[in-house]
DNA sequence: TCCAAAGATGTAATGACTACAATAATGGAA
DNA sequence: TTCCATTATTGTAGTCATTACATCTTTGGA
């Protein structure tokens, strides 16, 4: 559908408020800079901001969309596929898309920024949760054992918070070639051995 | 050590602020019930809600430590001792109390104040992470292998998680003994599934 | 050209929370 | 008992996110 003037003139305020918005908090922080603040380097009023984004987390996390890739992972996959494997792989998948060159940088900048805001945590908690649910419901399409897909999605879950810290903890800022390498595979071995782990259990 | 007078009265007024916020909390709903409320009903200022109570969460999740349950029970455990064993005995024995016939509605009450409040909801997120690092810290004791048990007190985390939605999903809130020993035994029969894809996993 | 829809703005209010100064109760020293 | 240093309690003022609502402005189309 072809957007009208208006409707563009809408994305591009919005953009606008969700670019300088990011920027702000990336250089100092998201509790240190008030929606006040983004209002006024956006140039626009504070009403504004808050017709474009229900709260002023998701002036951070925008791009809404990634918590729903196992679910449809999930829906994609053949139907004889071990969900486990079918997991391991989306996950293996957005990883590597993590760690490319121009990647990585933002990307630990990104989660540091998270990581240094008790708002973000929390709307980060929340997201885990809201994928959880997905993807529960997208293995009860496949399968009647409901207790048992829940207790995939929730092990699926604990298991991309744990790596999700190792890839913080393993990965220095500075991208040195050979260690980014030698981390790397360090990476992906944890990650088999914590999906071998949800593979053996739910066997 | 003796309680002097002033520290006796401190903790009363205390308690009473978090009993009079309790059964505010209970009977409107956590996000209905304004601090300046609670403190009108306590007969207080304000300001000393706050003096006690370094958030409107906390006058509701006040007995703090039940999370410090299962790093306690993995402190106190022999040195041979499965670690999901000593777990899941815990889980059991802290259901069990729950399910007590004084205990059963209060708790169901306690936890649909909490399913109605998306602030509580995330202060049990933020508790249930509390959880799993003091677990992670008390496994890493006796263990060396930090993935593992990082990922062990994640696993523990989710199955909790997953149980407890179990046990609200499965208990009639009208405890007719005949059917609530059939839930009971549901549901013990869902705590030993569970553990034992964990017990699977991490052999 | 003109109107109705929809976006943007401004103002005022609520509610949690903090900073800070003032007040009052109290435990212990003289 | 009297007086002082603590410390609990209070009151005031302010910040910040968020909402309600009325108003202004732009724009798509009749």
Do not use: C
Not at 15 to 43: C, H, K, P, W
Not at 51 to 76: M, Q, S
Not at 126 to 131: F, K, P, V, Y
Request: net charge negative; hydrophobic share 45%.
């Amino acid at each position: 559908m072809e957007l009208g003037r208006r409707e563009r003139k809408k994305q591009q305020t919005r953009q606008a408020i969700s670019d300088v918005a990011t920027a702000l908090f990336l250089e100092r922080g998201f509790d240190a800079v008030t929606v006040a603040e983004v209002a006024r380097a956006a140039d626009v009023a504070v009403q504004t901001v808050f017709n474009h984004f229900p709260a002023k987390e998701d002036l951070f996390f925008d791009e809404r969309g990634w918590w729903t890739g196992p679910a449809r992972a999930i829906r994609e996959a053949p139907a004889g596929a071990d969900p486990v494997d079918v997991l391991e792989a989306e996950y293996l998948k957005g990883t590597r898309e993590r760690l490319e060159v121009g990647h990585l940088a933002t990307w630990k900048q990104f989660v540091r920024t998270i990581e240094g805001s008790p708002a973000l945590l929390a709307r980060r908690r929340l997201t885990a949760e809201e994928l959880e649910r997905s993807l529960t419901e997208a293995l009860d399409e496949r399968s009647p054992d409901q207790l048992r897909n829940r207790l995939t999605a929730a092990l699926y879950a604990a298991a991309q918070k744990v790596l999700e810290e190792r890839l913080m903890s393993v990965l220095p800022d500075d991208a040195a070639p050979a260690e980014l390498e030698q981390a790397q595979h360090e990476l992906e071995r944890a990650i088999a051995e914590v999906f071998a782990v949800l593979r053996r259990g739910l066997r």
